[in-house]
């Protein structure tokens, strides 16, 4: 007979957002819950993310004249996973998210507010929302409002944050690409205002205004203190302890000491991907892989994706990632992401022969499957070469070089290479110089007619949702003509892998045979996608993990 250290209602394994709305969740329909994190900091990957959720028919979008359906979202849905995911899965989450996102609103600490004008990936698909209102993203919050709790949350990464230190929404992010009088007179008051906040000079962690990821995480773990929940830091689950058929605890290990603990309703998994597993990248991923390019949390390296297929749990999706072209920026403790780069007139992606091989503006997952692609088919592109000029240096970022910031130390670095003549740029890069130089000249053509008759770009309004409304007549192309050139390499990072144990649509982790694992459940990267192998819109890995964690609290308490 097993002796437990502890006992509970519902065991959340993970503090992201889908493990901490599960813990409040299951608080508020009568049950005890209690979270644990490997980490010596909450958060998880919500903490380090843009912090949005793609939810359709949010009553967000009925305040802003905006209509949905269910039927809509599901046809949306289904047309874009094309049949790689179960419709009652869709369903469950279409049916449940704007209850999640209501609820969030009237019980906890949990605000949003719509992001506008953010399109879905995929507008033209049945269904789709060109106009936006699906994704939603965290109202900002102090972060003096968490107190102590401050220190324990997990970071967002520096890529996050204007000249390392300024947050800011990812609505706020959209309108300072505008490079036109009006938008720089716009960045500048956003920039002035942190500089007038006279708390800034407290704040030794981060912005004192918590936005993106940040305030999420910081919104629900104020939601799990007002509820007494407790959130137990450096435990990390090690084996699930079994009753019959069934799981009834797990055993884990507590600041370096073993400890059980009895979850009398449910285990819920909460616990991130694998994407700091080589090992586990090299058997699943094909090659070439590298746990060096993606963006996900440290702590992610699969250890309950182990556990739930020692139990005989199916697993699905294992080769997928929620994959994001990264840049390795000598010194940064993460890659960054490469986002809006792509997007802003005047820069252009290219293989080691110097040709395109995807519209740089579509999203990012079709970016680097696209990447993957053309490498598998023999042409090298990883890495991949983002190609910029001058003008575009002066307007734009490059990583986490600012506009008009020198780039003289990135050079000396060898992060950025240069040169006055695209020829001379290819040799440094090892790229094929009469291959790029003609595929400029065709870029520069396209850039002319507003016309990117290769790939499209910006013609989708995703396209254009980080481009410059002031570069004409397509606010995604410029000529490359204004010398010195620059480029750097582009890889075929991810912001987590998206594989992992199988779930039906009620959140229980099932077995080769679709039968139910009794008392576990499985949310977020730690279980296999409802996207399947695509991607929504922006939120939809956050967005999924925070409902279908609200579906398996109920379950769990006996109210579904």
């Known amino acids: ?45 919500t903490a380090m993310s843009g912090g949005a959720i793609w939810v359709p028919c949010n009553h967000l979008m009925e305040g802003a004249g905006i209509h949905d359906g269910a039927e809509e979202a599901v046809s949306y849905l289904k047309a874009i996973t094309k049949g790689k995911v179960p419709e009652d899965r869709l369903r469950a989450y279409v049916d449940n998210g704007p209850g999640m996102v209501k609820y969030l609103e009237e019980k906890s600490r949990v605000r949003f507010e719509l992001v506008k004008g953010y399109s879905d990936y995929y507008p033209d698909a049945e269904g789709g929302k060109a106009e936006g209102g699906r994704t939603i993203e965290p109202v900002p919050i102090s ?31 959209h309108l300072m690409v505008d490079s036109s009088a009006m938008g720089r007179l716009r960045a500048a008051k956003f920039i002035l205002s942190y500089f007038l906040n006279p708390f800034r000079v407290f704040a030794k962690r981060e912005d004192s205004r918590l936005s993106l990821g940040s305030a999420l995480a910081a919104r629900l773990r104020l939601s799990l203190a007002d509820r007494g929940i407790p959130l137990w830091l450096n435990t990390a689950a090690r084996k699930f302890i079994t009753e019959g058929e069934g799981v009834a605890g797990l055993e884990a290990v507590r600041d370096g000491r073993p400890v059980r603990i009895l979850a009398k309703k449910g285990v819920i998994l909460a616990a991130g991907g694998f994407e700091r597993n080589r090992e586990m990248r090299e058997k699943y991923h094909r090659g070439p892989v590298s746990d060096k390019w993606t963006v996900g949390n440290p702590e992610n390296t699969g250890d309950i994706i182990r556990m739930g297929q020692e139990m005989g749990a199916a697993l699905g999706l294992m080769d997928e990632a929620w994959w994001m072209s990264t840049a390795l920026v000598p010194g940064s403790e993460l890659p960054y992401m490469i986002l809006v780069e792509r997007s802003l007139a005047g820069s252009m992606m290219v293989t080691a022969k110097g040709r395109r091989f995807v519209n740089e503006a579509a999203p990012y997952i079709d970016v680097v499957n696209a990447q993957r692609a053309r490498h598998s088919e023999g042409e090298n592109a990883i890495p991949a070469f983002l190609i910029m000029d001058r003008r575009y240096q002066k307007r ?3 990583g986490p070089i600012m506009p008009g910031a020198s780039p003289k130390a990135y050079i000396a670095e060898g992060f950025v290479k240069t040169a006055d003549t695209i020829e001379e740029l290819a040799k440094k890069c090892g790229i094929d110089p009469e291959g790029l130089a003609a595929e400029v000249k065709r870029h520069n053509q396209f850039a002319g007619t507003g016309r990117d008759t290769d790939f499209k770009k910006g013609d989708s309004p995703i396209d254009r949702y980080y481009s410059d409304p002031n570069a004409k007549p397509n606010p995604c192309l410029g000529a490359l003509d204004s010398p010195p050139f620059y480029a750097i390499e582009v890889w075929p990072g991810d912001l987590g892998t998206k594989g992992g144990l199988v779930t039906d649509a009620r959140a229980r982790v099932l077995r080769e045979d679709g039968s139910p694992i009794k008392g576990l459940y499985a949310v977020g990267n730690c279980s296999a996608s409802v996207m399947g192998d695509t991607y929504a819109g922006a939120g939809a890995t956050i967005g999924p993990s925070m409902v279908f964690g609200y579906i398996a609290a109920k379950h769990a308490a006996g109210q579904e």
């Open 1 to 45: 007979m097993t002796t437990w250290d502890h006992e509970t209602d519902v065991l959340v394994v993970g503090s992201g957002g889908g493990g901490m709305t599960a813990a409040v969740t299951a608080k508020d329909n009568g049950c005890d819950a209690l979270v644990i994190e490997k980490g010596s900091l909450y958060g998880g990957s």
């Open 143 to 173: 972060g003096y409002t968490l107190k102590e709790l401050w220190r324990e949350q997990r970071q967002m990464p520096m890529q996050g944050r204007i000249f390392g230190r300024i947050l800011q929404t990812a609505y706020e992010f």
């Open 396 to 398: 734009y970022p490059i």
